[in-house]
């Protein structure tokens, strides 16, 4: 019986073998060739689909699709900067001009790294609006609550709905001036409700302080949240790793640190907000070995960047391992080490909570995650299933990676 049965495998060859074959035989009756035409081999490459995570939890996140709170990512994103000053503490003269280019370079930021996908129009207001608090009334220093963080945009929405058309709007930007360092940081809320000029308002970002340190990038941050995308770094500092709110990712995306050396987004939150396409991600399956020439990630946005942006291989049915290229162009001139960046991603992490983490190449070395990139030459065993990642250099900064499980 098992012999029999053992003849049946050479239907799942392909066609040209099986012809090969019983050529070869040369005792093929004719009716051969009304025989079932063979199966898909088993080793076809998964679809795209397969490295899909669905996402597994409300909110932000790193799961597909993002948050229906989210604002499209594709398409033009038109911003109201409101540029707030304070009875309290006036705006000095002439400083509007200085408050807009500080967060220029977030939106153009948006608009580089999506390959011009998201194209961002910003209307400032006419000058400084004066609030109709002091800035002391708004606890940003104190414990902002919610409430209170809502209570200043509706405040200076309100207070520039006389001069500035917000029926076109859809998200709101409020900046305060330098003069007021009280105002100390950059919250960001997808669920506000104000109606003004007919449009419900229901995306704003207010820019305090802290924007003087950062740069306009934390724009770009705290738009990232606008669009969906979850903070990588950590709300709290691992135990074993004390005070190490960076432990996930280090610097290597905007939504992890804003001043790291490589504040290019993941590949992975590109393909979340449709800023690469399916067929730009390589998806490894766990039964055949699958190969990848990445370009740069800084790259992927290109009209023609020519080669894949990432290799996915899924651990479970919200994890998977990603492998990306970093190489020192665009955002990512400053970093220290190039190479393979590799990370999981589980869609059923929170964001705050690690939703995606970098595995460190040099384990307990003094520069943390900054060297975590695999070298040129080198490779890595996943350690739940034994698969072995293996990476090479390729011409022009690419990057080949085989994933053989
Ligand atoms: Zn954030």
Redesign the pocket.
Known sequence: MKHQRAARPSLALPIAAFAAMTLALGAVPASASAAPPPPAPPSAPPSVDACRLPAAVGGLGSGFPVDDQALPAVGTLKAALLLVDFDDHPASPGSAPEAVANLASGAEYLERVSGGRLDVTTTASDGWVRMPEPSTSYPFERGLSYADHVRYIGDAIAAADDTFDFSDVDVVWVTATKEAPNITYSP?TNFLDVTADGNHLTHAVTFGYDQWRWGGLVLA??S??TLGLP?LYLFEAPPEDPGNYHAAVGGWDL?GLISGAGPEYFAWHRWQLGWIDDDQVVCAGPRRTTSARLAPVARSGDASPGKDAMVVYPLSATRAVVVENRQPVGYDEGIGARGALVYTVDASVRSGEGPVRVVDSTPGSADGLDDAPFAAGSSWTEPTTGAVLTFRAGPAGTLKVTVKP
């Open positions: 960001t941050h705290e990232g949240h903070d939504m």
